[in-house]
């Protein structure tokens, strides 16, 4: 699997946007980018993954560039229950999960 | 999404015992789960995956005999941490892949076992 870069740590204003980079420049043309996060002491909670076009849920967006060489995660409105440890993945639809260092987002008032 | 649990939510033993984590898949059916293990400030590391009827592949650095993983239906899979030492002490995750499988083959995570071996 890809290899992802993401930075350590990102503070945002709560009701303000976060936008969550991740590079993957050697992502292969049959992996997606899944994005999951961590609140403290919780198993993984699945937020979002794409393949090629930019997604939208409920939780957040996702911005793939043509490239596909990164991506940006964009919560529309931070909480401070959007605190936690955000993580960028990509992989083939076969394999495994694994976990990179991730970007811990701290939503501040 | 789908509903994966794990049992207990924590636990406390004595160096020397064994501790047995459970994993269930509620509301799916889980042709493989997946286990890893946190410590603290630090990501999730894989420690080994396994299918329903088949041993469980282990991660290069991990005791197979230290770490049973039983994987017997397609609803439960179990971590016994054998002669556990408080160097074992982390947080146990467990994660179930569907049997529906599809384009994604999404993983659903369970809330996590944190083990305290004193």
């Given at each position: 699997?890809?290899?992802?870069?993401?930075?350590?740590?990102?503070?945002?204003?709560?009701?303000?946007a976060a936008n969550l980079p991740c590079n993957h420049s050697t992502i292969s043309g049959n992996e997606y980018v899944y994005w999951y996060r961590?609140?403290?002491?919780?198993?993984?909670?699945?937020?979002?993954?794409?393949?090629?076009?930019?997604?939208?849920?409920?939780?957040?967006?996702?911005?793939?560039?043509?490239?596909?060489?990164?991506?940006?995660?964009?919560?529309?409105?931070?909480?401070?229950?959007?605190?936690?440890?955000?993580?960028?993945?990509?992989?083939?639809?076969?394999?495994?999960?694994?976990?990179?260092?991730?970007?811990?987002?701290?939503?501040?008032? | 999404?789908?509903?994966?649990?794990?049992?207990?939510?924590?636990?406390?033993?004595?160096?020397?015992?064994?501790?047995?984590?459970?994993?269930?898949?509620?509301?799916?059916?889980?042709?493989?789960?997946?286990?890893?293990?946190?410590?603290?400030?630090?990501?999730?590391?894989?420690?080994?995956?396994?299918?329903?009827?088949?041993?469980?592949?282990?991660?290069?650095?991990?005791?197979?005999?230290?770490?049973?993983?039983?994987?017997?239906?397609?609803?439960?899979s179990t971590l016994t941490v054998t002669s556990a030492h408080p160097e074992d002490s982390s947080f146990y995750i467990c994660s179930a892949r569907s049997l529906a499988g599809g384009p994604y083959n999404e993983q659903f995570f369970g809330?996590?076992?944190?083990?305290?071996?004193?």
């Amino acid at each position: 699997d890809a290899k992802t870069t993401q930075p350590p740590s990102m503070d945002c204003a709560e009701g303000r946007a976060a936008n969550l980079p991740c590079n993957h420049s050697t992502i292969s043309g049959n992996e997606y980018v899944y994005w999951y996060r961590q609140i403290h002491s919780q198993g993984p909670q699945y937020i979002i993954h794409g393949l090629k076009n930019n997604e939208t849920n409920e939780m957040a967006s996702l911005i793939i560039t043509e490239d596909r060489k990164s991506s940006t995660l964009i919560l529309p409105h931070a909480t401070l229950r959007d605190t936690a440890v955000y993580y960028c993945i990509v992989r083939n639809a076969g394999n495994m999960l694994t976990f990179g260092g991730g970007t811990r987002l701290m939503v501040k008032p | 999404g789908a509903v994966v649990s794990q049992h207990p939510s924590w636990v406390i033993c004595k160096s020397g015992t064994s501790v047995k984590i459970e994993c269930r898949s509620l509301d799916f059916q889980a042709t493989t789960m997946f286990w890893y293990r946190q410590f603290p400030k630090q990501s999730l590391m894989l420690m080994a995956t396994s299918n329903e009827g088949s041993k469980a592949t282990y991660e290069q650095g991990v005791e197979k005999d230290k770490f049973l993983i039983n994987h017997a239906s397609l609803t439960l899979s179990t971590l016994t941490v054998t002669s556990a030492h408080p160097e074992d002490s982390s947080f146990y995750i467990c994660s179930a892949r569907s049997l529906a499988g599809g384009p994604y083959n999404e993983q659903f995570f369970g809330p996590g076992t944190r083990l305290t071996v004193l």
